[in-house]
Nanobody
Framework: VQLQAFGGGLVQAGGSLRLSCVVS????????IDWYRQSPGNLRDLVAR???????NYADSVKGRFAISRDNAKNTVYQQMNSLTPEDTAVYYC?????????WGQGTLVTVSS
């Protein structure tokens, strides 16, 4: 299984970005995919998850602003991020775990300027 994350960039506070996680080697409609983020000096934190049946969970810090979704035809999971703040600045990773093995995308940097 391979995950490739795309879509980061520089955006002003209040702006939006959409991250993409392209999956190969499995199909997203049978996978639980997470988005994590890590800023300098901090641990990697779970931001959002979509499970195999489409249930979604969000960290409190992003509820109402971020939305995770998937496109089965494109085998891709998205994270729409709205109302971004400088505190959202981080490297964002998509993640998949199965049978105790973790798969990570390469990370995509999101920088929110004030």
């Amino acid at each position: 299984v391979q995950l490739q994350a795309f879509g980061g960039g520089l955006v002003q506070a209040g702006g939006s970005l959409r991250l993409s996680c392209v999956v190969s080697g499995s199909t997203v409609n049978i996978m639980a995919i997470d988005w994590y983020r890590q800023s300098p000096g901090n641990l990697r934190d779970l931001v959002a998850r979509i499970d195999a049946i489409g249930n979604r969970n969000y960290a409190d810090s992003v509820k109402g602003r971020f939305a995770i979704s998937r496109d089965n035809a494109k085998n891709t999971v998205y994270q729409q991020m709205n109302s971004l703040t400088p505190e959202d600045t981080a490297v964002y990773y998509c993640h998949y775990e199965t049978l105790g093995r973790n798969y990570w995308g390469q990370g995509t940097l999101v920088t929110v300027s004030s």
